[in-house]
């Protein structure tokens, strides 16, 4: 029992030693216009201690934003990226476009150039395998008015021309083809000469052209080349391209040489068909020949033949 009076005692002491120390401290922080020890123990234990609640609390409003701001952020991305990749497709879009209407007015001015034909445009949608359009097919055909034999264009000139006809397509042999023989001539003198296919040479971009007569007629580097009146199955006067190189044959009497073609066929995508044939137009002639008056002088069976027989070996 004596102990705990005394414990309580002592506690009671100490409360209020405490208190009037409290009061001491107050008094003199009110005379010293708060620059008292007070103060100055609340600097060091107290303002150290809210400062570090108040960063803390910072830090983590901070923190909190930063995530916010990242999600923002990264929505943001996602927004733009999207619109990134809409403006990729439509750029690459037009461009296409553009390069199509690029051909479409190469086309257009093949167009004028040959106004004098009916022709239709067709798109191409099969090659025969190769990097070059030796052999290739069209989504025109004869329901469209191509018919074997239609002369085909694209670029500044001849392209090739139809060997089949199917009612939604056709097939289309180029004149680079190794199979491939036009008679042309060249435009300035009218001198006729025969143009082969050739792939070997058409790798390099060219054309090679024989039994040019070695005549007075000069004829250079640039000259034009162009089918023939004789050709039996291309239309006169259809551009091939260019003469690069020209030589005299060993026995004297021709010339040849090389052509650089007026047509890309590496790049081909849209043509030119011309849809009346070589073979229309002398039909047509011989029409008239047969209904006016003067058809009474025909040529002899003779003279028939002797044509036919200049024709043969002339190629296409």
Not at 52 to 77: A, C, H, P, Q, W
Request: proline letters at 3%; one cysteine or more; hydrophobic letters at 35%.
């Amino acid at each position: 029992m004596k102990n705990k009076n005394q414990s309580s005692f002592s506690s009671k002491y100490w409360l209020i030693i405490i208190s009037v120390l409290c009061v001491i401290l107050l008094g003199i922080e009110r005379f010293t216009d708060g620059k008292g020890p007070l103060r100055f123990i609340a600097s060091y234990t107290v303002v150290p201690m809210q400062e570090g609640i108040s960063y803390v609390g910072r830090f983590m409003s901070d923190l909190s934003d930063n995530f916010e701001t990242l999600e923002d952020m990264k929505k943001e991305n996602k927004k733009l990226q999207a619109k990134v990749d809409e403006l990729t497709i439509d750029n690459t879009r037009l461009r296409q476009e553009q390069y199509e209407l690029d051909r479409l007015r190469e086309l257009y001015k093949l167009d004028e150039n040959y106004s004098d034909y009916e022709k239709i445009g067709a798109h191409v949608v099969a090659n025969n395998g190769s990097n070059w359009f030796t052999d290739f097919t069209i989504d025109k055909g004869t329901r469209d008015g191509v018919q074997v034999d239609s002369n085909v264009l694209a670029g500044s000139g001849l392209v090739g021309i139809v060997i089949e006809a199917g009612p939604t397509y056709s097939r289309v042999r180029s004149i680079v083809d190794d199979a491939s023989n036009v008679s042309a001539m060249m435009l300035s003198t009218s001198d006729t000469c025969m143009v082969r296919g050739d792939l070997k040479l058409m790798a390099d971009g060219r054309l090679r052209f024989e039994k040019l007569p070695n005549n007075d007629n000069k004829i250079e580097a640039g000259e034009q080349v162009v089918t023939s009146h004789v050709s039996p199955r291309f239309l006169q006067g259809l551009f091939i391209g260019y003469v690069s190189d020209i030589e005299v044959d060993a026995n004297n009497l021709t010339r040849s040489g090389y052509i650089t073609p007026a047509v890309d066929f590496g790049k081909l995508q849209e043509v030119l068909v011309i849809t009346t044939t070589k073979r229309n137009l002398l039909e047509a002639d011989d029409s008239q020949d047969t209904q006016s008056p003067e058809a009474a002088n025909q040529a002899s069976p003779e003279d028939t033949q002797g044509s036919q027989e200049s024709q043969d070996g002339e190629g296409e």
